[in-house]
């Protein structure tokens, strides 16, 4: 193993959103000598709240975009590497409308990693298990680093683009990158267009739970804290030009999921309605992580997926401030697709 890459400056792109901020917070909490810069647009998935009370002598905000280039050129130079978490990051989204995600999660990725080479800085490319494609049910195979590309969805298929561009970035001109490709993330501060969330919150506003399909769909859930130790991990030991997978052997089907937050919210199991299926959608995640653990010695802290639901139906329920305004619309947008 290469010797540990010990950064004292980070830029979190991203850092406003679901994981990118557990993951600020986690840096700032686990390494103390490390100063974080988060860069983030501030979209609709952003929110300044999901950073408060970071230390003001360890941690800046910088608003605005990865596309845009003069900005990097200004805050890059500073820092000993990128972590780049900001993406346009939700399927349904980019069915309806994909062009963000070509920009944002293709163009944006570009401009970073040139940034990244005329600096020198080191690169960490925070991926998704969906570039992968999708398994059978009955499938014993789980992805492997060595499994092949085929994104289903404009947002995978943008995500595949970005590992492409990072691995020709380390290829073509050396930049010192490595990709770390992850499973579903759950835990306090996630979007709630997404699946959890979204039936948490559904059930706290009297809203019947919504489930696609037949609902038989299979996620590999990780808590969000264990993908933040683990791209810490691969940042500081991961040699340069690896990709490394995470998950926690987490699979779960979405009718069990669902059960299981309305049993503990104490409805009924029926109590949801089935909805029109996602176009396209993947059958089943499951994420074989050896690499990570045999290489890098990482393991995964939240294995009782039942406490980890508890704790985030608390934190749902006890930050209601957090998520209520967006609520309305984003079941408004849903209504309109069916779902
Ligand atoms: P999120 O949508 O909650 O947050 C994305 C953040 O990026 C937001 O703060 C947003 O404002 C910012 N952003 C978007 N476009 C930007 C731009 N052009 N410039 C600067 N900032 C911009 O997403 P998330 O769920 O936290 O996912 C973070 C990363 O992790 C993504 O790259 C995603 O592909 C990857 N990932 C997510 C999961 C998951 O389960 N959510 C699993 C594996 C990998
Ligand atoms: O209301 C819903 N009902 C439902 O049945 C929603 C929002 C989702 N679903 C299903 C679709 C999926 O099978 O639940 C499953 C999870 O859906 P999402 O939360 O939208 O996640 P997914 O599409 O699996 O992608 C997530 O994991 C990989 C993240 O959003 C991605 O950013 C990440 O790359």
Redesign the pocket.
């Known amino acids: 193993m290469e010797n540990r890459f010990e950064p004292k400056s980070i830029i979190v792109t991203g850092g406003a959103g679901f994981i990118g901020s557990n993951f600020a917070h986690w840096v700032i909490d686990n390494q103390p000598d490390v100063h974080v810069t988060v860069l983030d647009a501030l979209t609709y998935a952003g929110n300044l709240d999901n950073l408060s009370g970071l230390p003001e002598d360890r941690f800046t905000f910088v608003h605005g975009n990865i596309c845009d280039a003069d900005l990097l050129d200004e805050i890059v130079p500073s820092s000993d590497a990128i972590v780049h978490f900001a993406?346009e990051?939700?399927?349904?989204n980019s069915i309806s409308d994909p062009a963000p995600f070509i920009r944002t999660n293709v163009e944006g990725t570009f401009q970073l990693l040139e940034a990244a080479r005329k600096n020198g800085t080191r690169f960490h490319h925070v991926s998704?298990?969906?570039v992968y494609g999708d398994l059978a049910l009955d499938d014993p195979v789980k992805f492997t680093e060595d499994s092949p590309y085929f994104p289903s969805s404009p947002?995978?298929s943008s995500?595949a683009a970005s590992d492409m561009l990072v691995r020709a970035w380390n290829r073509t001109y050396g930049l010192d990158v490595t990709i770390s490709n992850c499973?579903?993330?759950y835990g306090p501060r996630q979007h709630i267009?997404?699946?959890?969330p979204?039936?948490i919150t559904n059930i706290l506003c009297g809203i019947r739970?919504?489930?696609?399909?037949d609902?038989k769909?299979v996620?590999d859930w990780i808590h969000t804290e264990d993908h933040s130790s683990a791209v810490w991990e691969i940042l500081t030991k991961g040699r340069s030009g690896e990709t490394y997978l995470i998950g926690a052997d987490g699979e779960k089907n979405?009718i069990d999921v669902?059960r299981a937050i309305l049993d503990r919210m104490g409805k009924q199991s029926d109590d949801f309605d089935w909805?029109r299926d996602?176009p396209g959608?993947?059958r089943r995640?499951a994420i074989d992580s050896t690499k990570l653990q045999r290489e890098l010695g990482w393991r995964p802290k939240h294995t009782d997926f039942s406490e980890g639901l508890d704790d985030t139906i608390a934190w749902y329920t006890d930050n209601e401030s957090w998520w209520k305004d967006a609520k309305d619309a984003v079941e408004a947008k849903?209504a309109a697709q069916g779902?």
Not at 193 to 196: N, P, Y
């Open positions: 993406a990051s939700h399927n349904d998704t298990d969906e947002y995978s995500k499973s579903n993330n267009e997404k699946f959890i979204r039936q739970p919504k489930l696609y399909g609902g769909n996620r979405n669902l909805v996602r959608h993947d995640y849903y779902q």
